[in-house]
């Protein structure tokens, strides 16, 4: 039953996504790193209005509306298979070039209800988590400096786990930005870590594109955002022991002295869950 009525709060809350519009696009480059060290870039769009947003890998979110019907996931394995059987039979398996999710995950920001819901993966599971606004408090700065032609003021916080240094331009004042971070008065078009992690956009323009709902939302299950977090750690630093995991997070006790990064220059945007 408890299930049922999270299925139910959660279509409720997509149905009311589908009727909202955006008025600007923005492209962000996400700069990170593998867990050898290795950089990584990832391609990011933000649709956002004054009030409501969405922060999403334009891949990914096509790959989840081919698949979100029967025919249309079958139609995608079967392009997968055909993909990598021309590999095979070229002698060279390359798993980038295979049609897949590189990336997962959605970030929805409401200021009606003043929380973040964050839609991820964990291996085969679908799962969410809210989170109110006011985890995230910022000091202004008094430095300046130009991000695409726009006069930007640089802002700092300190959230779970993470030292943030943003620029952000109040010439469009809009309180959003890439991923979790908002609540300054004007967009943020540019985020860094200390440890070279960082957001960039790379294009904005007025839209009026509709903010469409999360594919499949009902299928996330709401669990805790440190134990997703432990999970996946879990995942990366033990894959064979993972494996043999139930799948599910229900009696699966990850203790957090174990949750040691393999690399120095690796670790999640949040770092909190080892805590």
């Known amino acids: 039953m408890n299930r049922l009525i999270t299925s139910i709060i959660v279509c409720l809350a997509t149905i009311a996504a589908m009727a909202q519009t955006a008025d600007i696009e923005v492209s962000y480059n996400m700069r990170s790193f593998y867990a050898n060290g290795v950089e990584k870039n990832n391609k990011y769009h933000l649709l956002a209005n004054s009030t409501f947003s969405k922060f999403f890998n334009p891949q990914s ?27 095979i039979s070229q002698g060279q398996i390359t798993v980038d070039k295979l049609p897949r999710k590189k990336v997962t995950g959605y970030v929805i920001k409401s200021a009606q209800d003043s929380t973040i819901t964050v839609y991820e993966m964990l291996r ?19 430095s300046t400096k130009n991000v695409l032609g726009y006069e930007c003021i640089q802002a700092t916080t300190d959230y779970h786990g993470r030292e943030w240094t943003v620029w952000f331009t109040p010439d469009i004042p809009i309180q959003d930005g890439p991923w979790k971070l908002r609540g300054l008065p004007g967009l943020i078009l540019e985020a860094t870590t200390g440890d070279g ?47 043999t995991a139930t799948g599910s997070l229900e009696g699966v006790k990850i203790e957090s002295n174990e949750l040691k990064p393999k690399s120095e220059s690796f670790d999640f945007l949040e770092t909190d869950y080892r805590k």
């Open 124 to 142: 085969d599971e679908h799962v969410y988590y809210t989170e109110p606004f006011s985890e995230m408090v910022w000091e202004i700065g008094d």
């Open 197 to 243: 992690i960082g957001f960039f956009a790379d294009g904005i323009e007025q839209t009026a594109k509709q903010i469409r709902n999360v594919y499949g939302a009902e299928k996330y299950e709401k669990q805790n955002r440190k134990d997703i977090l432990r999970a996946r750690r879990a995942m990366i630093d033990n894959p064979i022991g993972s494996l």
């Open 61 to 87: 979110e096509e790959i989840d509306s081919l698949t979100s019907t029967p025919e249309g996931l079958a139609n995608f394995k079967k392009t997968q298979e055909a993909v990598l059987k021309a590999m």
